[in-house]
């Protein structure tokens, strides 16, 4: 088993920057990949970005310029650097990390951007 608490959150003015942090903890920490998803008001919860255990990593649309995932193993730690952030980036993000055998989900910790 492993749980995954995110850190990072809150408000922030378009154009602003946050980082988001995931730690796990517990007895199932070899995960295959880590990633981040989120889910704003009224929508379906969508990949954000990915990173395997070998250090590739795969971005949702129009992502990947202003965001970047990186990854921790030492401190099984996945990081969500977000820049030039927008309105529509306003939504609850999700930590999520998989073994063969399980998907492991965090709280999720909301991100709030003004215009």
């Known amino acids: 088993q492993a749980q995954l608490v995110e850190s990072g959150g809150g408000l922030v003015q378009a154009g602003g920057s946050l980082r988001l942090s995931c730690t796990a903890s517990g007895s199932a920490l070899s995960f295959n990949s880590m990633a981040w998803y989120r889910q704003g008001p009224g929508k379906q919860r969508e990949l954000v970005a990915l990173?395997?255990?070998?250090?590739?990593?795969n971005y949702g649309d129009s992502l990947k310029d202003r965001f970047t995932i990186s990854r921790d193993n030492a401190k099984n730690t996945v990081y969500l650097q977000m820049n030039s952030l927008k309105p529509e980036g306003t939504a609850v993000y999700y930590c999520?990390?998989?073994?063969?055998?399980?998907?492991?989900w965090g709280q999720g910790t909301q991100v709030t951007v003004s215009s």
């Open positions: 990173i395997t255990s070998g250090g590739s990593t």
């Open positions: 999520n990390a998989r073994t063969p055998r399980w998907t492991y």
